[in-house]
């Protein structure tokens, strides 16, 4: 059986809990594996799940642009 470790930020107390509820399959699987279980995000029963708020939308998008307006001028140079 593998080691599992999780690094936690130093802000937190060593008395503050942090939950997280699984079912059991799911629990052992990652004690197994290793790695998590994450649902797709089209089988969220509420439709608001996992979006990202319309600011962070926006941020998002010129980073991408900008990510892609350097790329470009990276291509061009010979």
Known sequence: MR???LKVEDLLS???RLWR??????FVSLLD????WLARS???KEQ???RF?????????SAYES???KEGSNKQRP
């Open 67 to 69: 990510f892609e307006e």
């Open 14 to 16: 060593r008395d503050t």
């Open 3 to 5: 080691n599992l470790q």
């Open 48 to 50: 608001s799940e996992g």
């Open 53 to 61: 708020h319309d600011e962070m939308r926006t941020a998002l998008e």
């Open 21 to 26: 509820y699984t079912d059991l399959a799911k």
């Open 42 to 44: 089209d089988t969220f």
């Open 33 to 36: 594996s290793g790695s998590l």
